[in-house]
């Protein structure tokens, strides 16, 4: 037989079976085909969502930093401009441009305006569009207050050219004038030009830069001339390439786009445990046809083509359509969401959809691979099957029970056990990730053993309904595998989620009462780099009648280290003997504080991130300085990724002198009300709406509901896995009822009632599905063990406590329970309603 | 002084019809049997054997006429009254045997009983007491999967026999066996249906199974017809 005959008997073999199954099942092929279709459009979203990002990143970033070679970046607060002649007289540097790059507060709590200051005619050398763009407006730069804003950013404050644009610098507002509006083609991103000088002046930066843009000469290796630059520079200033800060934004997302496409793979390894069920069920119900197929002439592997390549078209079918919906949900995801996902981090503004076509056909190859993975199984045991035994009626349990399952099984799951323990692989638990593969795909290989001795251990009830369903469970315990692997597998990672979600909320919860004890929260617009309460003002705060006692903080970046994110300094009142009263400490320093050291407090991230541990010893750079700080303890954070370390505000202003702050805790007087506090507190600052003022109750209340909201997203999808998992079972339960068609018209012969075989049916139902629901709970609460202590740890760098929800997991049981029964029953009443009288002359 | 004898089963003018506008596959059928005969119908395929036994199974209603069994009409019983008079006066036995898989012999044998409600030991003992009789009381504990078809069979005749039905029913009993095979369970079955003292209607193409019966008819056009025995296969003793 050469390869064209091959191919054209399982070519005849898959055309008389798909149109064997869309004829008598669509609904059965269009549930499977939906399984892969979900998990492909959430990880084809994903992927163009974060690629879309990624991209608008680089282009933002290219058009901030033009064609610089190397970036010297420095705090907020900046660092002395004398830097910027030292380094422009490097001789591996061929152009230099200083820069003031802040986020300027804006007043009414709206999001800071990013303004670069820039002094334009060096600016030009490293983004001559730039100049091209400002042209004749250049000498209007130079005037007193005046500053030029893209499109988006007039847009986004309804401002034109002329108007006054009011900014918060320090504690009061100061109004600039906008002389000029740049085009799209130069900044499409929200963003404000000034002169470096102006903005020195009008933005408090007197003498201070925060970033110079360095372009080298041809042949200077960028990487030593980098090395050989940061040596040079003071504490908290550093030097890095474009390629370092394009690394620093993936690492910064990658947790999170790690994390989503875990989800999507869930999603398609779902699908293909729905497919291996379907795939089974389908080849038991077309045994005779698969052995009428063989006895006519087609060959063992032809027929595994033609079973293969069903389960090829399935997943092609459904892979076309996920791609196309994940496109889709991608254009939503980046017009109504942005490409944050709610991850501030990732967020890049005017990012566009872009379609690439290898990634396309890619996601579209590998839920093909993954539904052809699913048939594989039943394809290679319906090929072996002699056509002889295929053709006759009988027992499909010997063929599936010749599997091994047990030992694969314990050998999995104590291979997902040891891979729990292992650390992160590059930053991220992929080690954690095998490790729940691991354990799901040994759970589910041990359910026939568990079936069989579960059912094996019950004692005959002498009910007949009862004895039949309860022998029938027991005898079918490997055909029960494949109807339960889809519903096992997707309500446990849902058991598991929930675990890890309400330890997650209750740890949150319970971290934002630790830290907003007061009544009233202040905060100068969040992520600005500008505002600031001057001490003055402060203490016109405190001494309102109504306060009962006030506490500010300053918090402000610092850099540690080039090649990651600033970490947050957090300069706050603290009492060092008794400093887990006011932070969620984890661990405190054993040793007593060194002499010449402060006391500091850093957040997990940190200690992960740098390796410092209590007891430790950090130099904190600050204004040029470096602060000798002892590490007293480690808390918990779950707002700044990147690390942030808390130190006495007097240790602070002793060391920089800076007496401001920008966030503050009020505690008022009983008989104040909290409006009227905040009344109070506006009117003595003058401020306006650029204060922000919420009460403590009001922000944790909104705080976990921006958490819930967090977490929709995944509740959704899981809840899609489920209910795809519950078709499987549909799928399994009717496929198993129409097989036993004629053992119900034998007991319908031989008297027993109809309402008896519904009642035998919703016994097994309800065995199965509280089997599975048991079986789920167990394998979902080892599966959160993992989610909690190794997945999140090492994702986000911070812990949670394990807290079980009783009450969610008791209602999931129930409505999972009572689903799958319901599904159950509702399948075999199906099968049922088919003749019984003829059922039993089928011979199959 | 005359005694009048209620037959065991009387069908009375039974049409069938498989649609309305179709012509009928039984037509006024008459049918009355004896207490204790043993009665065989022969009939070509799709001539109505299956349709009768289902009618006097009480799995399906004529569209006129009716049947009686001891005297009482089944259409004047619900769907669960006829399951349950169905459960305790008739045996079934299958040409497919319809033995479940996942059962044991001998719960295989006991469940008729099982849905009589009768409880242990009296249940255990009487499916044994009919495995023995038919020869495989050594199979009591395996499992139905496990045999061949000449030994299903003799559970299917037990399980058939086990709750002392009235009548048994016997559709093509020995289709699905070879020829010595099926010569050992129609004696098989004759033994047993008169050690029970059971009727029986057996439906069958077999002239050799046919010939085990005490009377042979034959079903054409929707009635039933004496058929002569053939002379050349002898009556199974």
């Known amino acids: ?844 | 002084m005359v005694y009048a004898v209620t037959p065991l089963l009387l069908l009375d003018q039974i049409t069938r019809r498989y649609r309305p506008e179709a012509a009928p596959v039984l037509d006024r059928l008459r049918l009355q049997l004896a207490p204790g005969e043993y009665l065989a119908i022969m009939g070509e395929s799709g001539s109505g054997k299956s349709t009768l036994l289902n009618l006097i199974a009480g799995l399906d209603r004529p569209d006129s006429g009716r049947v009686l069994f001891e005297g009482i009409d089944l259409a004047t019983l619900d769907d669960d009254a006829v399951t349950r008079w169905r459960r305790a006066s008739i045996g079934f036995v299958f040409q497919a045997f319809h033995v479940l898989p996942y059962l044991t012999v001998l719960q295989n044998v006991a469940l008729p009983l099982d849905l009589l409600g009768v409880r242990n030991p009296q249940r255990q003992e009487r499916a044994l007491q009919l495995l023995e009789a038919c020869g495989i009381a050594a199979l009591a504990p395996r499992y139905a999967r496990e045999l061949s078809g000449g030994e299903l069979q003799r559970i299917a005749i037990a399980r058939a026999l086990v709750h002392r039905p009235r009548l048994v029913l016997a559709d093509e009993p020995t289709g699905n066996l070879d020829a010595r095979t099926a010569q050992q369970i129609l004696r098989l079955l004759r033994e047993q249906l008169h050690a029970s003292a059971a009727n029986a209607i057996l439906i069958t193409h077999s002239v050799a199974a046919a010939a085990t019966a005490d009377r042979i008819l034959q079903l054409a056009s929707g009635q039933l017809r004496p058929a002569a025995r053939s002379a050349a296969l002898p009556s199974v003793p």
């Not at chain 1, 070519?11 to 064997?20: D, N």
């Not at chain 1, 918990?636 to 240790?651: C, E, L, N, S």
């Open chain 1, 1 to 844: 037989m050469n390869r064209s005959d091959r191919a054209r008997g399982a070519w005849i073999a898959w055309r008389a079976l798909t149109r064997s199954q869309l004829r008598g099942h669509p609904l059965q092929l269009l549930a499977t085909v939906l399984a892969i279709a979900l998990g492909v459009a959430l990880g084809t979203a994903v992927y163009l969502v974060n690629s879309a990002a990624l991209t608008e990143f680089d282009q933002a970033a290219r058009r901030l930093v033009g064609s610089a070679d190397i970036v010297i970046r420095g705090p907020p607060e900046g660092f002395d401009e004398a830097l910027f002649a030292s380094l422009a007289r490097h001789r591996a540097v061929s152009a230099a441009s200083p820069v003031l790059d802040l986020q300027v507060t804006l007043p009414g709590q709206r999001p800071p305006l990013q303004v670069l200051g820039l002094d334009p005619f060096r600016a030009a050398a490293l983004q001559p569009a730039l100049l091209g763009e400002i042209g004749a407006d250049v000498t209007g730069l130079f005037a007193r207050d005046t500053i030029m804003l893209s499109r988006s950013a007039a847009q986004v404050l309804e401002l034109r050219r002329g108007d006054a644009l009011t900014v918060i610098v320090g504690g009061a507002p100061k109004s600039l004038r906008v002389i000029g509006i740049l085009s799209d083609a130069v900044y499409p991103e929200p963003l404000g030009i000034m002169d470096i000088a102006t903005a020195q002046w009008s933005l408090a930066r007197i003498g201070r830069l925060n970033r110079i843009d360095l372009r080298l000469r041809p042949g200077a290796p960028a990487d030593a001339v980098r090395a050989a630059l940061a040596a040079e520079l003071p504490p908290g200033v550093v030097a890095v390439t474009p390629a370092i800060e394009r690394g620093r934004a993936l690492t910064a997302t990658r947790a999170y786009r790690v994390n989503l496409n875990t989800l999507a793979l869930v999603a398609l390894l779902t699908g293909a445990f729905l497919v291996f069920s379907t795939q089974s069920l389908a080849v038991l119900r077309r045994r005779s046809v698969l052995g009428l197929l063989r006895a006519l002439g087609v060959t063992r592997p032809q027929l595994q083509g033609a079973l293969l390549g069903e389960g090829a078209a399935i997943g092609a079918a459904g892979s076309l359509l996920g791609a196309l919906l994940g496109a889709l949900v991608a254009a939503l995801i980046l017009r109504h969401l942005g490409s944050g996902f709610g991850n501030r981090a990732m967020i890049a503004g005017g990012a566009v959809l872009v379609l690439p076509s290898l990634a396309i056909a890619a996601f579209v190859l590998i839920g093909t691979a993954v539904a052809c993975l699913g048939a594989w199984i039943p394809a290679r045991e319906a090929a072996r099957r002699a056509p002889a035994l295929a053709m006759k009626a009988g027992d499909a349990e010997p063929s599936l029970r010749r599997l091994p399952t047990t030992l694969p099984g314990l050998l999995l799951i104590a291979a997902g056990a040891i891979l729990a323990w292992l650390p992160p692989i590059g930053g991220l638990p992929l080690a954690g990730y095998l490790a729940i593969a691991a354990l799901l795909a040994g759970a589910v290989l041990l359910i026939p053993t568990l079936m069989r001795w579960i059912t094996g251990t019950a004692t005959r009830s002498g009910h007949a309904t009862l004895d039949i369903a309860v022998a029938q469970l027991q005898g079918s315990a490997s055909i029960s595998t494949v109807s339960l692997a889809a519903i096992v597998v997707s309500f446990s990672l849902m058991v598991a989620m929930a675990i890890m979600v309400h330890s997650f909320r209750n740890s949150f919860d319970l971290w934002l009462v630790k830290l907003l004890p007061a009544d009233l929260q202040l905060r100068l617009s969040a992520f600005s780099d500008t505002g600031a309460l001057a001490l003055d003002q402060q203490t016109r705060i405190a001494e309102l009648p109504g306060v009962a006692r006030a506490q500010f903080r300053r918090v402000r970046q610092i850099w540690l280290s080039a090649d990651r994110a600033p970490l947050a300094l957090i300069a706050r009142d603290i009492d060092p003997a008794h400093a887990g009263d006011s932070l969620p400490l984890l661990r405190a320093a054993q040793q007593s504080l060194p002499d010449g050291t402060q006391p500091a407090w850093i957040s997990e991230s940190l200690q992960d991130l740098y390796g410092f541990q209590p007891g430790d010893r950090l130099l904190l750079p600050l204004d040029g300085r470096l602060l000798p700080l002892f590490v007293a303890g480690i808390w918990r954070d779950y707002v700044r990724p990147d690390g942030a370390i808390v130190v006495a505000r007097a240790a602070y202003i002793a060391a920089t002198g800076d007496q401001s702050a920008n966030e503050g805790s009020l505690w008022r007087r009983p008989q104040v009300s909290a409006p009227a506090l905040e009344a109070a507190v506006r009117a003595s600052l003058a401020l306006g709406d650029a204060l922000e003022l919420i009460g403590g109750e009001q922000l944790r209340e909104r705080s976990l509901r921006l958490f819930d909201q967090a977490f929709a997203i995944t509740y959704a999808l899981e809840a899609i896995a489920v209910a795809i998992g519950l078709v499987g079972v549909g799928v399994a339960a009717s496929s198993s009822a129409l097989a036993r068609r004629a053992q119900f018209g034998m007991l319908r012969h031989i008297g027993m009632l109809r309402r008896q075989i519904l009642g035998m049916l919703a016994i097994e139902g309800v065995i199965m599905s509280t089997l599975s629901a048991i079986y789920g709970l167990l394998l979902g609460a080892a599966l959160s063990l993992i989610l909690v202590y190794v997945i999140n740890r090492q994702s986000f760098r911070w812990s949670i406590d394990l807290a079980i929800p009783w009450r969610q997991l008791a209602a999931l049981s129930t409505a999972l329970i009572t689903a799958a029964a319901l599904t159950a029953l509702w399948s075999g009443r199906a099968a049922m309603s088919q003749d019984a009288v003829r059922a039993v002359r089928e011979d199959w």
